[in-house]
Structure formats: structure tokens, C-alpha cells
């Protein structure tokens, strides 16, 4: 009996382990069915550190991307499982990658007009004009003209602050101008509005040192040799500034590709642009140029037509034109993934404050691209119906009360939606005003150079209750606002200043509320955490559009917009920013950018 027991059982475990083999071999084809049914990957990171902006799933090692899209984010190994004969494979070597870098307010088409001109309003030498005049010059074709200005605008104002009573401003050198530009025509002008013209220039204009002066106007000459000296006085620069050729579409799309690539090294690879629709444009009459900031739309549709586009585009456009969009087949919404519409915006003030100062140009008025108080509080309530989101540039305390009222009218005359409206650039607020826009939810798109070049008019002009919430960031976060961070690319209309474009220096300046390393951190209570600032560069402008479902975090089914940096930004010191590199932008699924 014992011996039949002893059969029976060695009997029943013989089963039970070919059960559980066949089993194990039942999983293993299943699985290898599995695997051998779903495409491979087409490009794999690995062995990296993964920032994924995905509460989720924070961190992993590796990401496998899939067509345009990314197809899963963890360890090295379950990644790398999903490589096939035909996949890209990058090691990044414990390098961090992050989601794609979304700059939510740029002027593009500004900024294409300054890709063609020598920004000169600080300049006042030869050696320096000549330095700038040369970087341009490697990136330009033959043919295209050169412009510039103000050159000496900078010193003539310091001249005339310390009491000087004529300013002499340098005069070029027309044969080192020339050895620079053989091939392209140069206009440059300087703060008195006198010309300077190279030789390639007075060839076009048939001007030669025979040339009759023009009346009103001189073709400055050599009193020695009789040679033209390159500077045009009165008239004579006038007539000479009338044979600019326009801009054309087909240069602008010259220059919005270079620009683009520009971008990419940055790690950017959207943004939201102040846009507008020229077939509006052309059908109304407006009392002044109120678009002069507003990008042609037709930039981006070239660049998409031709297949060149390659930054995801979330146009922002005239709140003016409300009724005239769907004329044009614009509505909340609409678009696709390279071009998304939904934001329309408007101008408030430039320093409108609840108690008087003026400084770090501010004008202590309202724009005069401002509608009015009843007429925008009427627009945003309008374009809030319809299901547009509004953003308004506001810059003083008393233009934000405004603006943040009319928000509040809206969302409690209109039916409930999901609304994502915003405050530009926000520099002052009351505590109560910033209490009504978090609780509001509203967005801020912060700009840190406008912070940091701001601090010594602040510290002398605002008393120490209103400088709590000057530029208060953390204030917004922590009443409800959501903040991005913004470049307002190129800078000033004026060229008076330049925009910091570069991610790594805003989200600097926003985690340190310092202009250098080595400066004076301003009320770093209201500095941003790098996580934080991190966020407003990807995942919130993301929300802000409209967008999050398929951008912002590194997230399976979410666009493969990625950048790969230099440095762990995310644990590392704040120092690490000023010396990290983008060394992989990846758009679609594609390196657009990859560093030397």
C-alpha cells in the first residue's frame, strides 16, 4: 500500500511539473507572439536619467519611441527588449532627458526681421560694429540686404544724462564694411538718423562720387580724395533707404528656418506665437498699427506646405478679429498638431498702476493698443462665450485688476467650460487680485528678463509692500495661478533689448531671482523650485494650449518632442544651468538638432 502511495505521488508530481512546464512554454510563446506582433521600436534612449514631468512615473532610464509617438518609458532592459533589426539606439550615458522645451510667447516674425539686421543700439565703435557685422554676414545668402540700427543710441542718451552738449557718434569705415559684405548690399543707420551705405549699396543706387547731392540731402565725400564715404546726410539716406527691397514671404521663410534651428539647439521645439491672419488684416482699417507685433500666419503655412516646418505652433491671435476667424475656418480648437488654434489675445497697458511709478520703461499708461475698459471687458466676455481662451499683456497693478475682473465677469455671465485664459507677463499685482486669478485658475506667462533687468528701477521706485508682489511667481502657484515660462522673443520692438531665449538661463533666473551667479538674489521667496520651473517650460504651456494630451511630459501615446542636456539639471546646483549644453533635440521622432 505504501508502496502504491509512493507510486501514485511521484506519479501526481511528474503531472504537476509538466503541467507547470507546459504552461511556462504556453507563456513564453504567447509572449514571443506578443512581441513578434508589435512593431519594433524606431528609435530607443537608453541608460539615461528620464525627467518624464509625469506624476506617474517621475523617473526611468529609457524611452522607445514608435513612429512620431512614444511608445514606452522605463528600465534599460524592458526598453531595449523592444528594439529590432532596424533601430536607432542613442546610450545616452546617465545624460537627463526631458520633455521638449514650449517657449509660450514669442513675436517669430520680429524676430525674423532682426535675423536680416545688425543690432547696433549699443554700439559705438568701429571694432564693434565690425564684429557683429561679421557674425551676420557667415549666415547670410549673397543678394539679401543688411540693415542695422540705431548705432550710439545707447551713448547718446548717457551723453545727454550727464549734461554733454553735442554728441559726435563714430562714423564707419567704409573699406572694412566693404571687405566684409562683397556680396550684400548694407544700410545701417544711427541714433540721429544719419545713414551709412556700403559699396555694394551705392552700385544698386547707381551713386557714385559724380553722383549730384539730392536736394535736402548729401552723399557725404572725402574731402582729400573725393571718395564717397559711406554716409548719407538728410534726403540722401532717405532716397537711399526707399531701394530697400520689402521682405518677402519666400526670405521669411529663409530666415524661419535658420530661426528654427536655432530654436532646436535650445531644446525647443514649440511655441506660442503672436500671430495674425493677413486676409483679416487686409480686409479692415485700423486707427493705428496695432499688429506691428503680430506674426503673419502665412510664415507657418509656407513652412508646413513645403514640409519644413519643424516647431509645433500654437498661434495666438487679435482678439480684435474675433468675429472675422471662422470666415477663415478658425475655431477653439481647430488645427492639427503643428499648427493648434484656440488663444486670442489683447494689449492693456505699460505700467498702468494703482499708485504711481514709472521706471524700466514703463510709460504709467495704458497701450495705445488698449480698446478701452468697457470695450475689453465686453471682448473677453464675447471671445469667452465662443469658447476662445484670451491671454492680455499686463504689466501694472491696476491693468491686472482690470483684466482679472473682466476674467471673472466672464466665467460667471457664460456657461461653465474649461477655460485656460492668461495674464502676460504680470509683473505687478495686488495680494487680493492675485487671489481672485488663482482662484480662477488662471495662467501667467512669467518673463525672467524682464525681471532681472527690472530690479534696480524696482528697488528704487516700489516700497517694500509692493515689492512683496512684484514678479511674484511663487504667489501665483500657491493662490492657484499655473505659470509658464516665456522668452517674448526677440526682445524689445525697439532693439532696446534682447530677449534671453536660452531655457537654461530663464529657469535660472527663475529658481535663483538672480541676474549673474554671482548677484544678489531679490526676494528669493518668490523663486520658482527647478522642478517647478521645469514644468513651466513643458507641461503647463502644454495645458495653457490646450495641449497636454499629446505634449509636455514624457508620456506613452504623447508626441516624441524630447531634448537630452549636458547636465542633470533636476538634482544639480543651480550653478550646472549656466553650463549645461542641448545635446539632442528630438521633434516628431526625429533628431532635429544634434550638438558637435
Known sequence: MSNMSSSLGTMYTSARLAMAGALILLTSLHSSFVCASEPSADLIL??????????????????????????????????????????????????????????????????????????????????????????????????????????????????????????????????????????????????????????????????????????????????????????????????????????????????????????????????????????????????????????????????KSHGELKLRVHPILPLSTLNQLASVGIRPGSGDAWIRYGTLKSFADSGMMLKPFVGHGLSGNWTFRFPGEDAIVAQIKEADAMGFNVGVHVIGDRAFQLVVEAFDKASRDNPVRDRRHRMIHAWYATPADLALAGKLRLFADVTPEHFVSGIEDMNRGLDSERAKTAHAWQSMIKNGMTVNIVSDLPGAYNKSSVATVNPMENIFHAITRKPTLAGQSWHPEQALSVEQAIRAYTINPARASGEERDKGSITPGKLADLVVLSNDIVTGDPALLLRTRVLHTIVDGKTVYQSD
Open 46 to 303: 537608453y541608460n539615461g536619467k528620464v525627467w518624464t514631468v509625469d506624476d506617474g512615473q517621475p523617473w526611468a532610464e529609457a524611452v522607445a519611441i514608435r513612429g512620431n509617438r512614444i511608445a514606452q518609458v522605463g528600465a534599460n532592459r524592458e526598453i531595449l527588449a523592444l528594439a529590432g533589426p532596424a533601430t536607432t539606439r542613442i546610450d545616452l550615458g546617465g545624460k537627463l532627458v526631458l520633455p521638449a522645451f514650449n517657449d509660450a510667447h514669442v513675436h517669430f516674425e520680429l524676430a525674423l526681421d532682426w535675423y536680416f539686421q545688425v543690432r547696433l543700439v549699443d554700439v559705438n565703435s568701429q571694432e564693434e560694429l565690425a564684429k557683429r557685422l561679421a557674425k551676420m554676414v557667415k549666415h547670410m545668402k549673397p543678394g539679401i540686404w543688411i540693415t542695422g540700427g540705431d548705432w550710439s543710441t545707447f551713448d547718446a542718451r548717457r551723453a545727454a544724462r550727464a549734461g554733454v552738449g553735442v554728441f559726435q557718434a563714430f562714423k564707419p569705415d567704409l573699406k572694412a564694411i566693404n571687405a566684409l559684405t562683397p556680396n550684400n548690399p548694407v544700410l545701417f543707420r544711427n541714433y540721429n538718423h544719419e545713414y551709412f551705405a556700403n559699396s555694394a549699396t551705392f552700385r544698386i543706387g547707381k551713386i557714385t562720387k559724380d553722383t549730384p547731392n539730392p536736394p535736402g540731402g548729401v552723399y557725404e565725400k572725402d574731402p582729400v580724395t573725393g571718395e564717397l564715404t559711406g554716409m548719407l546726410l538728410g534726403a540722401a539716406g532717405q532716397f537711399v533707404f526707399a531701394l530697400v527691397p520689402p521682405v518677402t514671404l519666400a526670405q521669411k521663410r529663409l530666415g524661419a528656418i535658420a530661426l528654427q534651428r536655432e530654436l532646436h539647439s535650445m531644446g525647443i521645439a514649440s511655441v506660442a506665437d503672436i500671430s495674425r491672419v493677413d486676409a483679416i488684416t487686409q480686409q479692415r482699417m485700423e486707427f493705428a498699427n496695432i499688429e506691428r507685433a503680430y506674426s503673419d500666419l502665412r510664415i507657418w503655412e509656407a513652412l
